[in-house]
């Protein structure tokens, strides 16, 4: 597809259920990113992939959170064992290089709500 | 530890009248710079960037920013706001060195453009 698109668009999970949220990033792109954006706030870092590897995944919040990308292109974050607390829209975002400065393109993110 | 911080929730202003949204950034060494655009149910999308150069960056939409070092400011501008301009705008920071990961978003400002 032309952009990055993310499924589902909508999670509703009750409280202890495993979740997986999956990210098809714009063909090509090396970076993967997967950010957490609770009501009124600004995107926060969760993890970040240079094609296959996962390089930084220090703002996991917890080991309830895991995201994968084994073959370089679509990515899953998986939330295991959901908390109210996880309750918040994911965006995942896509660029083409690994250099700092590159724009990020976001996918419409998926609203996960845990009852 | 890097930071943004845009001190206004919402800025209320009329079309045809230039805009300003604010932004104050920390960061160790130099920074990247970005805005992004956010509208309802959209995915947040690029505006524009500061790397280096000229302070005065322009960018989409008919937007700029200007970047000024010894105020560690980046804030937006637009000459002539539009009613479609009505979103939500978040100002960005990575350092220059370091890994490509850490992005850090500031809480969000609402525009909202009256007729």
């Known amino acids: 597809g032309a952009g990055v698109s993310q499924s589902p668009r909508y999670k509703v999970a009750k409280r202890g259920q495993d979740v997986a949220l999956r990210c098809d990033p714009i063909?090509?792109?090396?970076?993967l990113f997967w950010y957490q954006q609770a009501l009124g706030q600004g995107p926060e870092f969760l993890t970040y992939?240079?094609?296959?590897?996962?390089?930084?995944k220090s703002g996991l919040p917890s080991d309830r959170f895991f995201a994968e990308r084994p073959e370089g292109s679509v990515s899953t974050l998986k939330i295991q064992r959901t908390q109210q607390e996880d309750s918040a829209v994911y965006l995942c975002?896509?660029?083409?290089?690994?250099?700092?400065?590159?724009?990020?393109?976001f996918g419409s993110g998926t609203q996960l709500s845990v009852l | 530890a890097q930071s943004v911080a845009q001190p206004e929730d919402q800025v209320n202003v009329a079309e045809g009248n230039p805009l300003t949204v604010k932004c104050t950034y920390s960061?160790?060494?130099?920074?990247?710079l970005f805005w992004y655009v956010q509208y309802p149910n959209r995915g947040l999308q690029f505006l524009l960037k500061?790397?280096?150069?000229?302070?005065l960056v322009k960018g989409s939409y008919g937007f700029e920013a200007e970047f000024n070092k010894s105020q560690t400011s980046f804030h937006l501008k637009k000459p002539s706001a539009l009613v479609s301009d009505s979103a939500l705008y978040f100002c960005?920071?990575?350092?220059?060195?370091?890994?490509?990961?850490?992005?850090?978003f500031g809480t969000g400002t609402r525009l909202q453009v009256t007729l």
């Open positions: 992939f240079q094609n296959e590897a996962q390089l930084d």
């Open positions: 975002a896509s660029s083409g290089r690994t250099a700092t400065n590159e724009k990020l393109f």
């Open positions: 063909s090509g792109h090396v970076s």
């Open positions: 960061v160790s060494g130099n920074p990247y």
């Open positions: 960005a920071v990575r350092p220059v060195t370091g890994t490509a990961s850490k992005l850090t």
């Open positions: 500061y790397i280096t150069g000229d302070n």
